[in-house]
C-alpha cells in the first residue's frame, strides 16, 4: 500500500530527528541512545521485541516524558522536555496502547475535546459570548459526527466511551487523532486486539489520512502482517535502541533483527 | 407551635439549605466537575464570612452594651473595631476575591503535583485559618467572635419579618451562581474540566494545559465558597473560630453532594436541601434520637444506603444526547464483537 518508493525520499528533510536520546528510570535504562528519523508523508513502523523502549520512546517524543539526556528536534525545532500540550500544539499527536479513552463521557465529548483554540474554553466566554461558543460547537460536532462516520462508530455517538469493546476504544484513538490537524501521528499499537475487518478499516483510514491530508505516522505494531503491508520504512528498537531500518522485504532479511526478536545467537551458530 | 411558626421556621430552614446548596455547586466545580479532592472547605467558608463580616460591620459603639462588655478594651482597637461599614455586595464580592486568591496560591503550589498533595493542602489551610481568627485577636476578637455583623438592608426591612426578605436575597444569589455554574458546566471549558477528572493523560495529549484548567476550576469553585460564607455571616451574624468545625463546614458539605448526585448541578442543590433536612429535622426527634451523635449518624447512613442503592447519587451525572439526522444515523454495521 504505501510501498510506492517513499523510502527514496531521502534528500527531504525528516520531520522528526532522534538523537542520540537516553532514558533512565531509576537503574533501568529504557531507551539507550536512541537515533532516528522519520522522513515527512511516510507510514514509518517501529517494531521491536516487547521491552525494547518503543513505548518509551513515544512518551518521550508526545512530552509525557522528559529525556534524561539527548535531543528531539520536530520540523527543525527542539521539543525534547516539552509538555504534551505544547508538543500537540507544534501538530504532533499520540494514541495510547492500552486505550485511554474518558469514560464517564460520550464518544462525541470524547472527540469534541480534541480541536485547539476552542472559544468555549474560556470560562467568561461561556457568559459573555454564548453565541459565539455555540456556533463553534455545532461546527465541531459536525467534523465529530463525520470523524465517527469514517471510524464506524458513529452509531455510538453518545454511548458512554467506558462501555465500549476493546477494539471500538482503538477506533476511538484513532478517531482522536483525525479531530485534530497533526502532521505526525504516533500510533502505539493501533492493531492490537481488533479482528480483521477492523483492522481493514482501519488501515484504510491511515492510508487516507496520510494521502489527502498529508499526515505522517510513525506506528509501533506487533502485527507483522500490518507492518509490512503498510509501512515503509520499517524501524527495529532492541534494547533501547535502533538497530535496524529499511524496506520492510530487507528488514525481514536481516539477521539481527532475527537474532533481537528470537533472542539467541542466530548469527553466531551457523 | 402554630402554623406561622412553622412556616416561620421553614423559611430559616430554607435560608440555610440554600447556603448549603452553595458550597454544594462550588465543591462540585472542584470534585463533580474536576475531580479535585478538596478537603478544606471549611478554610474557604471561613475567609468569605469573615471577610464579608469585617469589611461590613459598622464602628463599635460604647453606648452598646455588647460592645462596653464584650469589646474589651476600646483604646486597643483591632481590625474589627475599625468599622468598614461597606456595602453588603462589597462584602460578598470581596469574600469572593479572598477566597479566589488564597485558592490561586494553594493551587499554584500544589496542583502540578499529584492530586493527593491538594487534598493534604485544603486540609491544612481550613486548620490555618481557623486557628488564625482564633489567635490573632487582633484580627477578629479570637474566640469571642464578630457580633456587629449588620442585617442586608436592616434598617429597611421589619426584624420579625426579615427572614422572609433574606430567604429572597439567598435565592437570587444561589439563582445566579446555578446559572453561571450551570452554563459553565455544559460550555467546552467543563468538557476540559471532566476530561481532567477523568484522564488528565489524555487530555494532555489532546493539547489542553492541564494545570491551567485545574487552578481555574480550583479559583472559581473557592470564589463559589466565599460567597456562600458571606451569605452565611449575614444571616447567622456571629462568628467565631468554632463555627467553622471540618463537620458542618466540610464533612455535610461533602455528603450533600455524594447524595445529590456528583457532576449534576440540581442534585448538588436537591443533596443540600436532603441532607439539611435531615440534619434539622432529626432535632425534633425524641430522647436520644435529638442527640448530635445520632443525628450524625443519620447522615452516615443515607449516604451508604446511597452509595449502595444509587451511587451516582439522587440525580446522577447529566449526559448529553445528540440527535441526528436519520439518514446517517443508520445502516451502519456495529464496529465488531471484541
Redesign the interface.
Known amino acids: 500500500m504505501g510501498s510506492e518508493g517513499k523510502s527514496e525520499l531521502t534528500n527531504s528533510r525528516p520531520i522528526l530527528q532522534v538523537r542520540s536520546v537516553t532514558k533512565d528510570f531509576g537503574g533501568v535504562r529504557a531507551v539507550d541512545r536512541c537515533s532516528l528519523d522519520v522522513l515527512p508523508g511516510t507510514i514509518t513502523g517501529l517494531i521491536g521485541p516487547n521491552g525494547a523502549g518503543k513505548t518509551t520512546l513515544f512518551n518521550l517524543v508526545a512530552g509525557t516524558l522528559a529525556p534524561t539526556s539527548g535531543h528531539i528536534i520536530f520540523e527543525g525545532q527542539a521539543i525534547g522536555g516539552l509538555r504534551p500540550h505544547q508538543t500537540f500544539a507544534r501538530g504532533l499527536m499520540r494514541t495510547f496502547q492500552i486505550p485511554r479513552e474518558l469514560r464517564r463521557m460520550t464518544v462525541l465529548e470524547n472527540l469534541m475535546l480534541v480541536p485547539a483554540r476552542q472559544t468555549g474554553e474560556r470560562l467568561w466566554s461561556t457568559w459573555l459570548t454564548p453565541w459565539q461558543v455555540a456556533r463553534q460547537e455545532s461546527r465541531i460536532q459536525a467534523q465529530a459526527l463525520e470523524v465517527l462516520d469514517l471510524v464506524n462508530l458513529a452509531h455510538l455517538a453518545n454511548e458512554l466511551a467506558g462501555n465500549l469493546s476493546g477494539g471500538q476504544k482503538k477506533l476511538l484513538e484513532l478517531a482522536r487523532t483525525l479531530m485534530a490537524e497533526p502532521r505526525l501521528v504516533l500510533l502505539d499499537e493501533p492493531g492490537a486486539g481488533i479482528n480483521r475487518t477492523l483492522l481493514r478499516d482501519l488501515s484504510a483510514n491511515i492510508v487516507r489520512a496520510s494521502v489527502e491530508r498529508n499526515v505522517t505516522f510513525l506506528i509501533i505494531e506487533h502485527d507483522m502482517r500490518f507492518v509490512m503491508n503498510m509501512c515503509d520504512p520499517v524501524i527495529v528498537m532492541a534494547n533501547g535502541s535502533v538497530i535496524s531500518e529499511g524496506t520492510p522485504s530487507a528488514i525481514q532479511r536481516d539477521p539481527r533483527v532475527l537474532e533481537a526478536y528470537l533472542g539467541g545467537r542466530v548469527s553466531g551458530t551457523a | 407551635m402554630d402554623i406561622s411558626g412553622v412556616f416561620d421556621y421553614l423559611i430559616g430552614f430554607a435560608i440555610m439549605a440554600m447556603i448549603y446548596a452553595i458550597f454544594t455547586l462550588g465543591l462540585n466545580v472542584h470534585w463533580g466537575f474536576t475531580g479535585l479532592f478538596n478537603i478544606g472547605i471549611a478554610g474557604f467558608f471561613a475567609l468569605g464570612a469573615y471577610t464579608a463580616a469585617l469589611l461590613t460591620s459598622p464602628p463599635p459603639d460604647p453606648t452598646q452594651f455588647e460592645d462596653f462588655i464584650f469589646g474589651g478594651n476600646l483604646a486597643q482597637l483591632g481590625l474589627f473595631d475599625l468599622g468598614i461599614d461597606l456595602w453588603f455586595f462589597v462584602g460578598v464580592a470581596a469574600a469572593a476575591v479572598v477566597c479566589g486568591i488564597v485558592a490561586l496560591v494553594i493551587g499554584t503550589i500544589t496542583l502540578r503535583l499529584s492530586d493527593d498533595y491538594l487534598s493534604i493542602a485544603t486540609l491544612g489551610i481550613a486548620e490555618s485559618v481557623r486557628f488564625f481568627f482564633l489567635n490573632e485577636k487582633w484580627a477578629a476578637n479570637g474566640s469571642k467572635g464578630l457580633y456587629r455583623i449588620p442585617k442586608f438592608m436592616g434598617d429597611l426591612v421589619a426584624p420579625e419579618s426579615y427572614d422572609y426578605f433574606y430567604v429572597v436575597v439567598v435565592l437570587i444569589v444561589l439563582a445566579i451562581l446555578f446559572v453561571?455554574v450551570q452554563?459553565?458546566a455544559r460550555?467546552?471549558?467543563?468538557?476540559?474540566l471532566?476530561?481532567i477528572?477523568?484522564?488528565e493523560?489524555?487530555?494532555?495529549?489532546?493539547?489542553?494545559?492541564?494545570f491551567h484548567f485545574k487552578l481555574?476550576s480550583f479559583v472559581?469553585g473557592a470564589m463559589i465558597m466565599g460567597i456562600g460564607g458571606a451569605l452565611f455571616a449575614h444571616h447567622v451574624r456571629f462568628l467565631s473560630p468554632l463555627t467553622f468545625d471540618p463537620l458542618l463546614a466540610t464533612f455535610v458539605i461533602w455528603a450533600m453532594l455524594m447524595v445529590g448526585g456528583s457532576?449534576n448541578n440540581l442534585g448538588a442543590i436537591l443533596g443540600a436541601f436532603v441532607v439539611w433536612g435531615i440534619w434539622a429535622g432529626t432535632q425534633f426527634l425524641p430522647g436520644i434520637f435529638s442527640d448530635p451523635s445520632f443525628r450524625l449518624l443519620m447522615i452516615g447512613v443515607l449516604i451508604v444506603a446511597i452509595m449502595l442503592l444509587r451511587p451516582g447519587g439522587l440525580l446522577g451525572?447529566w449526559?448529553?444526547?445528540?440527535e441526528?439526522r436519520p439518514a446517517?444515523?443508520t445502516g451502519?454495521?456495529?464496529?465488531?464483537?471484541?
Not at chain 2, 460550555?187 to 476540559?192: D, E, T
Not at chain 2, 493523560?201 to 492541564?210: C, M, R
Not at chain 2, 449526559?319 to 445528540?322: A, L, N, S
Open positions: 453561571a452554563r459553565a460550555s467546552p471549558w467543563g468538557r476540559v471532566r476530561a477528572r477523568e484522564d493523560v489524555t487530555t494532555a495529549a489532546s493539547g489542553k494545559n492541564v481555574q472559581f457532576g451525572e449526559r448529553r444526547i445528540v441526528r446517517s444515523a451502519r454495521e456495529p464496529a465488531g464483537p471484541d
